[in-house]
């Protein structure tokens, strides 16, 4: 979870700002259903405008029922609407809590945990990210490494998470990197349409390990044609001031491409990645700038300490301690 220094320092003002902009934090009432819906640039619970701000959860699904309760009463109070949780988790420290298998079907107990935690997400009026990659090879079992089982695991999620609403899919992380990761905008196309035909009004992205170029945004609206763009921002002491510009250009381009979607910021810069280490003032530079650049969303993104064997601490890659 976020340290309390940085939840005081941008929590309060940001929920201020984001209500002087008319845009809600907060989802449906308890205990309702909750639809994620897109009207222009913004995205929409039930119909009203909401600004998502997140927190990362890749490996949620290894912690106890009992933590992630805890968990999402801590975000709900600290005003966070949004949670990213990979569908294919199997980092570097030895708990797989993947919800498919290698070929794209479905992985028993996670998957039954995933659709668990979706339901309590959709109860809370609370919105989740479902993420596939297919993994470097490097950590753990390499997955969807065929198209064929890429598009089954879409398959497999699409289908069985259908009746709830309140999620989205990643189709596949950071996938301009030009490793066993890469998947071609051909390749995205396909996949988008393999989860439109099973249901037409899933949300489906696909997200970018760096700043989009106005030619890789044309293939993004227009080949695969996704539902909104997630550009991962970059990790260096001057992203924060940047990321309002770069807002603004994204929506720029968009228009001369004649189709405007909402931009998402579902993986910007963390502590423990590089030398950098952003403070709570760098976390609340580079949300305002998403809020007053015409961005729809953030997330507070946290993950494992790059450089000690054992990567702690690990935050939401290992949430089994």
């Avoid at 879409?154 to 596949?172: H, M, S």
């Avoid at 349409?193 to 970018?208: H, I, K, M, N, P």
């Avoid at 998403?290 to 790059?306: E, I, K, M, P």
């Amino acid at each position: 979870m976020p340290p309390v220094r940085l939840l005081r320092q941008t929590v309060g003002f940001y929920l201020r700002l984001l209500l002087a902009l008319g845009l809600m934090i907060t989802g449906a009432a308890s205990g309702a259903a909750t639809e994620l819906g897109i009207k222009d640039t913004q995205f929409t619970v039930n119909g009203a405008p909401s600004f998502l701000y997140g927190i990362s959860y890749y490996g949620g699904l290894g912690a106890s029922e009992e933590f992630i309760l805890r968990d999402l009463d801590d975000m709900q109070r600290h005003g966070f609407n949004w949670i990213r949780v990979w569908a294919t988790w199997d980092y570097f420290f030895g708990d797989d809590v993947s919800v498919v298998d290698q070929d794209g079907h479905v992985r028993e107990p996670y998957f039954g945990k995933l659709k668990w935690l979706l339901a309590e997400c959709d109860r809370r009026g609370m919105v989740v990210d479902v993420t596939l990659s297919r993994g470097d090879g490097k950590t753990g079992v390499g997955r969807m490494q065929t198209l064929a089982a890429h598009h089954r695991a879409v398959d497999t999620l699409v289908t069985a998470l259908k009746p709830l609403r309140n999620w989205y899919l990643d189709l596949a992380n950071e996938r301009s990197l030009r490793d066993a990761r890469f998947v071609s905008f051909e390749e995205l196309k396909q996949l988008r349409e393999t989860a439109r035909g099973l249901d037409s009004q899933r949300l489906v992205t696909a997200s970018d390990v760096k700043e989009i170029s106005r030619d890789d945004l044309g293939s993004y609206l227009l080949t695969a044609e996704v539902d909104f763009i997630c550009p991962h921002r970059p990790r260096h002491h001057k992203s924060a001031a940047e990321t309002e510009p770069k807002s603004r250009q994204y929506l720029a381009w968009m228009k001369d491409f004649g189709r405007v979607v909402p931009v998402h910021y579902q993986e910007p810069f963390r502590i423990g990645f590089t030398d950098w280490q952003p403070k709570a003032e760098d976390f609340a530079t580079d949300l305002r700038g998403a809020l007053t650049g015409g961005a729809a969303g953030w997330c507070f993104h946290n993950g494992n300490q790059v450089g000690p064997p054992d990567g702690k601490p690990r935050r939401s890659f290992d949430m089994r301690e």
